[in-house]
């Protein structure tokens, strides 16, 4: 139960009815859990007045954006929830190389405020339509180009943020906390720098081993860290130019094992996105090629002749394993064709029938690109062997699997299933030298898998973090660390 005097200290509205309540119990995940209230920070200067009186009562804090997550990130067990889209999405600074914007700003209202200066953020989830920046860093969200150019977390160059007690922070100007911090990470770098995977994408646990890079950058401990530190209230984020020339290409497989199994071949020409989309996903989409299993293949650059170049190498490498399935080098046909692998999501999230669900516990996993061939086989056999109906798709440039077994959610033997394959298959990914959660966060439901991640020592370190910032543990308690 929230106190009254919320209404008399907050300037942005609240809400408390059954209805608000009920919105904002859910999110993209399959979770249904109820705040106690929703607030919308006007500003800076309001969020600090909410979280003081919320530090006071003891009231949980979760922020939220368009509640795209998929593991239960923005959701609250009757606490409050901080929505930022209403007031606080201005972009507030445009600079030649970097873009300073307020949490709730909207990636695809971004994308179109920054084309217009022939720039781009390259971080593009399938949701950028709707998803927000505040969002997008608290998950360290990457999308299908993070292949060429990389994930949030490598666009951050500076935040501004609020503490759980209400004081602010700045991440150029490090306080007294993030000193320590520094203090903390510096005299357990050997044990960060050996305990973290070798993948290009990674967003188990806190970014610690990031925070280390070139001395100390602690605007990249709030990455990946779901609001669990601190309230991000602005980010100060690196834009590149729009690319000159682009172009995709399609390539048919009649099995995905032939596809994956492609992979490394194809990634020695340095394309910017490498995608896949197999048959179990196609069946129930609406970009019918006629192959087993699509691989989106897409090069970029400032010379038409060296991308077209890489483009026409890679092609003839694959003559006799794959058939060209479509080629694309306009505007309006990349776009169209990328739009069908980033409805891979909503496609499979529609055949949910009553309690019967696609499950995302497993659907994030990252391995090394050449074990890709090896998890896959993995993947398949476990499937196989517990008759589960799956889907299939991801990132694979990345070595990033997005996969979900059919569940009935509603079944004791099927939901405890699905939690040993999770155990047995997340102990393949690490000893493969990957990682458990690449993009999507580890949520509600892959917290409780961290420690086997990352080991003891560093689990206990994260907890350390999390006390430094938050030792009342009110800011979206259940995540990133136990209590």
């Known amino acids: 139960m929230i106190p009254d005097g919320l209404f008399r200290i907050a300037r942005g509205e609240v809400l408390i009815d059954d209805w608000s309540r009920k919105v904002y119990s859910v999110d993209a995940s399959h979770y249904e859990i109820e705040p106690a209230a929703v607030a919308f920070p006007k500003d800076e200067g309001d969020l600090q007045e909410i979280c003081r009186y919320a530090s006071a009562k003891r009231i949980p804090l979760t922020a939220r954006g368009a509640g795209t997550g998929l593991l239960g990130q923005s959701l609250s067990d009757g606490g409050l929830v901080l929505d930022f889209t209403r007031h606080m999405n201005r972009v507030l600074e445009t600079g030649d190389d970097y873009v300073i914007v307020e949490p709730g700003m909207v990636k695809g209202v971004l994308d179109l405020e920054l084309k217009k200066r022939g720039k781009f953020l390259p971080p593009d989830p399938a949701s950028s339509n709707y998803c927000t920046i505040g969002g997008m860093i608290a998950d360290n969200s990457s999308g299908v180009h993070c292949l060429g150019y990389g994930n949030t977390i490598d666009f951050i160059e500076g935040v501004d943020f609020v503490y759980a007690d209400g004081n602010s922070g700045r991440s150029a100007e490090p306080d007294d906390r993030l000193s320590e911090l520094k203090s ?83 990634l020695e020409f340095s394309p910017v996105a490498l995608e896949m989309l197999d048959s179990t996903v196609l069946a129930r989409g609406d970009y019918n090629a006629g192959a087993g299993c699509l691989l989106f293949v897409e090069f970029e650059g400032q010379s038409r002749i060296a991308v077209e170049g890489r483009m026409e190498k890679c092609r003839s490498l694959l003559a006799g394993r794959a058939s060209v399935v479509e080629y694309a080098a306009d ?153």
């Open 184 to 266: 903390v990470l510096g005299s357990n770098a050997g044990l960060i720098r050996s305990s973290y995977p070798k993948v290009r994408k990674n967003s188990c646990g806190y970014r610690l081993d990031a925070a280390l890079e070139g001395g100390f950058l602690p605007d990249k401990i709030f990455a990946a860290s779901e609001g669990t530190l601190g309230l991000v209230t602005s980010a100060r984020l690196r834009i590149m130019d729009l690319p000159q020339h682009r172009c995709l290409l399609v390539l048919g497989f009649d099995r995905l094992l032939a596809a994956v199994s492609a992979v490394p071949s194809i």
């Open 331 to 483: 505007e309006q046909s990349l776009t169209r064709i990328w739009a069908a692998r980033k409805g891979a999501l909503n496609d499979i999230m529609k055949m949910t029938i009553g309690s019967r669900k696609p499950i995302g516990l497993i659907e994030d996993t990252v391995v090394p690109p050449e074990m890709l061939g090896q998890h896959t086989a993995n993947l398949l056999r476990a499937y196989r062997d517990n008759k589960l109906e799956y889907v299939l798709y991801g990132h694979v440039g990345d070595g990033n699997m997005h996969t979900r077994p059919l569940v009935d959610t509603g079944s004791k033997s099927e939901s405890d299933m699905v939690q040993r394959l999770a155990t047995e298959l997340f102990a393949q990914v690490i000893k493969s030298g990957g990682t458990i959660t690449g993009e999507h966060g580890d949520g509600l439901a892959r917290v409780g898998y961290i420690e086997a991640m990352y080991g003891h020592a560093v689990t206990a370190l994260f907890r350390q973090v999390k006390e430094l910032f938050d030792p009342g543990y009110l800011l979206n308690p259940g995540k990133k660390v136990l209590v």
